[in-house]
C-alpha cells in the first residue's frame, strides 16, 4: 500500500501526460500534455514539461484533465434531506419547504447540508458550487452556511435567501448588510449573490431587494420561467424597473416566452439550467432547444440534492439527451428526419466549465486551463474501469461515459482535495454525524406519519386504456391449441 501523498502548501503539482481539454474557443483537445500548478495557478501548459523541484507528480496517462466543472444553481442545506423527495413533484416540494417543513431548519441544520454538499461536490470534480442557500431565516443560519462552505476547500458563492419571508423585508434589515459586510470578504474562494424570486405581482415587491443588490454591487439569481410560479411577467417587471444586467442569472426559465428570452439576450444575462430537475419536478421542458436559437449563455445546475445528486456529468448528459429528444420530437411533429444534432458534447462540457465561470463572473480566472489562470483541475481517469477505453472522443467520453467515480484527482486554488479517487484533508465522518443529528430531529420533529408521506406521495391512478384485441380469450386460446 502506498504512502498518503503529502501534499504541502507549497508543492508544485504536475499533471503528467493526460488528454488535455483546455476550454478555449476551438474546444481543442491536447494529446499527451502536462499541466503543470504552482501556488494557486496554473503555471504551464504543454509537452514534458519539466518536473520543479519537489512537485508531486500525478500520472494523468489515459486519463482527461478539464477545468473543474462550476454548478451555479444548488440548495446545498437540502442535502441533508438526500434523496427523500424522489417522487416529488414541484408542488409537494413547494408544499414539504416553503410552507410545511422548511421552517423547522436550524442554523446547524443548514451547517450538516451543506458541509455534506460542499464534499459531494469537490468530490464529484464540481470544484465551485453557488450555494442557492434559500433557507436562510436568521442571520445565524446564513453564518452556520458560510462556516461549512468555509470548512471544505472548494470554491462557493452563497446566493443568500430566505423563503420565509418577503426578500423587500430581509434584504432591508440592518443584520443582513452586518452579515454581508462580516462575511464576504472578498476572499476569492467565497463569492456572493442575492436569491429572490419574483413573483409577477403589479406591485413590485421585489424592487426593494433589486435596490439592495445594486447598493451593494451584487448579482441576483432568481428562479424565472418556472410553470405555476414565475412567469414572463416578471420578468417584465424586471426589464423595465432596470434590474436585467449581465450579471443576472436566470435559472430553469424553462416557460418564458421568446419575448422575455430576448430581453435577457439583450441585456447579457444567462440561464442556468437545471435539467434533471425541469424534467422531473415540472417548471417545464428543458430549455437548451429553445435558448439556443437566442444566444443566450448557458450555464448547468443541479438544484437539489433532495431529488438528485450533485453531480454534473449526470447535468451534462441528461442535457445533451433533452435538447435532442426535443429537436427530434419538433421534426417528427412536421413530418422531418433530425439527420445532424444540433447540440454537441463539447459545448455541454463548455456549459459545466466555462458557462459557469461566465455566469458568475470569472471568466478571467475560472473555466479553463490556461497558464495564469486559478487552478481549478479535474482529472478523469480509473483504469480498473473498462469504461476509461478507448479514448476516442474525450468530449464524447466525459459528457456520456465518464461518472463521478472516474474522478481521480481534484485540485481547487492549486490544493490538491482528491486524489487516486480518495478525497484528501476532508472529515467526512463529521459530515455524517451532523446529517443523522438533523434527520433524526426532523423525523422526531415531523412524526413517524408526517415523515413517511412526505416521502411517499399518493400516485394518481393509471386509467388502463380499452384494448380492442382483448376479445380473445389468450388462456383458452393458449388450452385450445395444445
Ligand atoms: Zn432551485
Redesign the pocket.
Known amino acids: 500500500m502506498n504512502e498518503p501523498t503529502d501534499f504541502g502548501p507549497d508543492r508544485p503539482v504536475l499533471l503528467r501526460g493526460g488528454t488535455v481539454l483546455p476550454m478555449d474557443d476551438g474546444h481543442s483537445v491536447l494529446p499527451r500534455t502536462d499541466v503543470l500548478v504552482v501556488g494557486d495557478r496554473i503555471a504551464e501548459v504543454g509537452p514534458d514539461l519539466p518536473a520543479p523541484d519537489g512537485a508531486v507528480v500525478v500520472d494523468a496517462t489515459d486519463g482527461i484533465v478539464m477545468p473543474g466543472m462550476i454548478d451555479t444553481?444548488?440548495?446545498m442545506w437540502q442535502t441533508a434531506m438526500r434523496g427523500y423527495g424522489a417522487d416529488w413533484t414541484l408542488t409537494q416540494y413547494f408544499v414539504w419547504y416553503y410552507l410545511e417543513y422548511g421552517k423547522l431548519w436550524r442554523p446547524e441544520d443548514v451547517h450538516a447540508g451543506n458541509l455534506l454538499a460542499a464534499i459531494e461536490a469537490i468530490d464529484a470534480g464540481v470544484t465551485t458550487v453557488v450555494d442557492?442557500s434559500?433557507g436562510l431565516r436568521t442571520v445565524d443560519h446564513a453564518d452556520a452556511a458560510v462556516d461549512a462552505l468555509q470548512a471544505v476547500p472548494g470554491r462557493f458563492v452563497l446566493a443568500y435567501g430566505n423563503i420565509q419571508a418577503p426578500p423587500a423585508e430581509w434584504t432591508g434589515a440592518p443584520e443582513f448588510r452586518d452579515f454581508v459586510r462580516r462575511r464576504i470578504t472578498g476572499d476569492d474562494m467565497l463569492g456572493f449573490q442575492i436569491a429572490f424570486d419574483v413573483t409577477g405581482d403589479p406591485a413590485f415587491p421585489e424592487k426593494p431587494a433589486f435596490e439592495v443588490a445594486r447598493d451593494l454591487g451584487v448579482p441576483v439569481t432568481t428562479?424565472a420561467g418556472v410553470w405555476g410560479a414565475t412567469s414572463d411577467d416578471g420578468i417584465r417587471l424586471m426589464y423595465e424597473n432596470g434590474f436585467m444586467t449581465p450579471e443576472t442569472v436566470y435559472?430553469?426559465a424553462a416557460s418564458l416566452s421568446a419575448d422575455s428570452y430576448h430581453r435577457i439576450a439583450a441585456t447579457g444575462g444567462s440561464i442556468s439550467v437545471?435539467t434533471e430537475?425541469e424534467q422531473s419536478a415540472g417548471q417545464g421542458y428543458p430549455p437548451t432547444w429553445a435558448i439556443r436559437a437566442h444566444d443566450i449563455p448557458v450555464s448547468l445546475?443541479m438544484?437539489?440534492s433532495v431529488w438528485w445528486s450533485g453531480d454534473l456529468f449526470s447535468a451534462m448528459r441528461t442535457t445533451l439527451g433533452a435538447d435532442r429528444s426535443r429537436e427530434h420530437m419538433e421534426a417528427h411533429a412536421t413530418g422531418e428526419t433530425v439527420t445532424h444534432c444540433s447540440l454537441r458534447a463539447d459545448q455541454v462540457v463548455d456549459w459545466a466549465t466555462r458557462g459557469g465561470a461566465r455566469a458568475i463572473g470569472r471568466t478571467d480566472d475560472l473555466g479553463s486551463i490556461e497558464a495564469g489562470k486559478k487552478a481549478d483541475i479535474v482529472l478523469i481517469k480509473n483504469d480498473a474501469s473498462p469504461v476509461s477505453f478507448p479514448l476516442l472522443n474525450p468530449y464524447g467520453h466525459v459528457a456520456f461515459q465518464a461518472q463521478r467515480g472516474d474522478v481521480h484527482t481534484v485540485l481547487v486554488n492549486g490544493r490538491v482535495v482528491k486524489h487516486e479517487h480518495r478525497l484528501v484533508g476532508v472529515d467526512l465522518a463529521a459530515a455524517r454525524r451532523e446529517v443523522e443529528r438533523t434527520v433524526e430531529y426532523l423525523r422526531s420533529t415531523l412524526g413517524e406519519e408526517a415523515w413517511q408521506k412526505g416521502m411517499n406521495p399518493d400516485i394518481p391512478e393509471t386509467k388502463i386504456l380499452d384494448n380492442p384485441y382483448t376479445y380473445t380469450d389468450y388462456h383458452s386460446a393458449a388450452t385450445h391449441s395444445r
Open positions: 444553481h444548488r440548495h442557492w434559500h428562479h435559472v430553469h437545471s430537475s445546475s438544484d437539489t
